[in-house]
């Protein structure tokens, strides 16, 4: 994206509400409605992400303008298709597919997986199955009815989040979780390309794959950042 302005500033609307101006125009979301941030520290991120010093803007690093204006245009009317999506995650979640061999990549997994899974378990009351090898097998049925019944005490910015997270990490297990507070942010990226790091470390690290993943670590920070800011 072009830069088409000069000055970018907060301004207060209200005790508890904040816009952000591109000159004097006040920024709005991609379908053009008005972006109300009702969080100062979560106004001061969106900022700081249209300040950016440069005449081409990087949009692949406006992750809190992202996820607010997706509260906005798109999840009022479409709460349980977000939902849904993060639910399709829980045949093929990351977390319960285990490698068979080597020995030292199953204990890994099990070391760092197993405690995730007994977290989701004491949400839900109920066992969550672990599979071995690639091929695709699919939880108990009542796993997806509890864990839906779950997500309904979160708040639409906190679904958005959820269902970003899970599509980063490939595991909707991990990310309630992180979602939840019980998952070490730090640890989050490790836990979720574990088996890539492993094979990294075991194999040669090689430039591109890294580089993606310094990408992908980036918006996995930046998003569980913005869940700080909520909850502020």
Request: neutral net charge.
């Amino acid at each position: 994206m072009k830069k088409f302005w000069k000055t970018v500033k907060v301004k207060k609307k209200s005790c508890n509400s904040y816009e952000i101006l591109l000159d004097e125009n006040v920024l709005t979301t991609p379908m053009k409605k008005e972006l109300t941030i009702l969080n100062s520290k979560i106004a001061e991120e969106i900022h700081k992400e249209w300040n950016q010093d440069t005449n081409v803007l990087d949009t692949d690093v406006m992750i809190f303008y992202g996820i607010i204006s997706t509260s906005i245009d798109k999840i009022i009317n479409n709460r349980m298709s977000y939902i849904n999506d993060i639910l399709n995650f829980i045949d093929t979640d990351l977390v319960c597919y285990r490698a068979e061999e080597p020995i030292d990549l199953v204990k890994l997994q099990s070391k760092n997986w197993d405690p995730i899974l007994l977290k989701v378990e004491k949400y839900i009351n109920n066992k969550i199955d672990v599979f071995r090898g690639i091929m695709p097998s699919k939880q108990k049925k009542e796993i997806k009815f509890k864990i839906t019944k779950f997500l309904n005490k979160f708040s639409d910015l906190e679904i958005i989040v959820l269902h970003r997270i899970t599509n980063i990490t490939g595991s909707v297990f991990l990310s309630l979780c992180i979602l939840n507070n019980d998952v070490i942010k730090e640890k989050a990226f490790e836990l979720s390309y574990l088996d890539e790091l492993w094979q990294a470390e075991n194999w040669g690290y090689e430039e591109e794959a890294s580089n993606n993943r310094d990408k992908i670590n980036f918006e996995l920070n930046r998003t569980m950042y913005f869940l700080d800011c909520l909850r502020s």
